[in-house]
């Protein structure tokens, strides 16, 4: 699985280079036969290979009946179908997989303008993340990226209906109507300056520990926040959980956001979303600075969930350089080794602590 991994992300990287000069046949042809690597090495993958695989074996095969409240209905389902068919919990690998990898690269496709460097993006943390562990919230998110298209394209009925359908995969997709308050507007300057102070003013209510959530009432999702306090009370929390400060992923996409706000004329006139994007990372900074008082697992899993509009600004970043190669090439750096760190930390160094 790792040499799969560096291989499709190597691949992809080198093709990256001379993307402009390909046929966009050539392209999708590269992104496809990618994306089908992707699909048979996250459908076919060991329990022991990354973190949460072996808590969905449990969950697989503990479901006897359709009827459960808690967890989301897609995955009562398919587990429950699959296990009348006598399949093992790799045909509910393969099976989420079949779902989100083609819908996120079309998404990719879509919202653009180098889809194979962001490919390359993409598999260096969020495939690794999404699509090898946290596999519900993979196709939650891939709705989520049309959502944000969709959005940016003020078409309302198709994004709500992703952010919808999404819910039925993982809960947390329904915070994603926030986007219905962004625009992709050409940010004024108050704006910029808006987008600039929302890492600082989150990190003060990070360092003061101020948790607004005991002011949420219980109809709009206060008792689920009371929850997620009570574990965190009880120390019961998700031992994955990070702290955003040593998490090396975290403070490349704040470096990543800053660069964008101050290149933001230059970029903005070669990447058509540029301004939804920032605003989506906005808010995923202020999810995990502002909810880590309440809640590690919340704010990380939701951080998590609008991160993923990284990858195209990572993407657009490219255009801050000239030639255009030296911006790739240093991106392709940047990612690379951002991709050998999350291979050593979900795959192998979660493998080798498995087997001890």
Same mark, same amino acid.
């Given at each position: 699985m790792v040499i799969a991994i560096l291989t499709m992300i190597i691949i992809c990287m080198a093709f990256s280079l001379i993307e402009e000069d390909m046929k966009k046949s050539d392209v999708l042809t590269v992104v496809g036969m990618t994306g089908i690597v992707m699909i048979i090495v996250a459908g076919s993958r060991s329990i022991y290979d990354t973190p949460d695989s072996d808590n969905y074996e449990i969950m697989y095969y503990s479901i006897n009946s359709t009827e459960d409240d808690i967890r989301e209905p897609t995955l009562v389902y398919l587990a429950y179908y699959l296990n009348m068919l006598g399949l093992g919990v790799n045909a509910l690998f393969f099976a989420y997989a079949v779902m989100s990898i083609p819908l996120r690269l079309w998404a990719i496709n879509k919202l653009s303008p180098l889809p194979i460097l962001t490919l390359a993006v993409y598999i260096s943390y969020f495939y690794q993340l999404h699509d090898l562990m946290?596999?519900?919230?993979?196709?939650?998110?891939?709705?989520?990226?049309?959502?944000?298209?969709? @959005?940016?394209?003020?078409?309302?009925?198709?994004?709500?209906?992703?952010?919808?359908?999404? %819910?039925? *995969?993982? !809960? &947390?997709?329904?915070?994603?109507?926030?986007?219905?308050?962004?625009?992709?507007?050409?940010?004024?300057?108050?704006? @910029?300056?808006?987008?600039?102070?929302?890492?600082?003013?989150?990190?003060?209510?990070?360092? %003061?520990? *101020?948790? !607004? &959530?005991?002011?949420?009432?219980?109809?709009?999702?206060?008792?689920?926040?009371?929850?997620?306090?009570?574990?965190?009370d009880k120390g019961k929390e998700d031992a994955m959980t990070w702290v955003f400060y040593l998490h090396p992923v975290f403070l490349l996409n704040v470096a990543l956001y800053y660069g964008c706000l101050l290149y933001y004329d230059m970029l903005a006139r070669k990447y058509k979303y540029l301004s939804i994007m920032l605003k989506t990372l906005a808010f995923a900074f202020f999810c995990m600075l502002t909810l880590s008082t309440l809640s590690g697992v919340l704010a990380s899993r939701l951080y998590e969930y609008f991160a993923i509009a990284s990858i195209f600004l990572w993407t657009a970043a490219v255009y801050a350089f000239y030639p255009l190669n030296y911006g790739k090439i240093f991106i392709s750096s940047v990612i690379f080794v951002q991709c050998l760190a999350n291979v050593f930390v979900y795959t192998l160094g979660w493998y080798g602590n498995h087997m001890k």
């Open positions: 946290q596999i519900r919230c993979a196709v939650a998110s891939s709705l989520f990226l049309f959502a944000l298209y969709f @959005r940016a394209e003020k078409k309302w009925w198709k994004a709500t209906l992703c952010i919808l359908v999404g %819910f039925l *995969f993982h !809960y &947390s997709a329904i915070t994603g109507f926030v986007i219905f308050f962004f625009s992709n507007k050409e940010l004024r300057w108050w704006e @910029r300056y808006l987008l600039a102070a929302v890492v600082p003013l989150c990190l003060l209510f990070y360092f %003061f520990g *101020f948790d !607004y &959530s005991y002011f949420i009432p219980d109809e709009l999702g206060g008792d689920r926040l009371a929850a997620y306090r009570e574990l965190k």
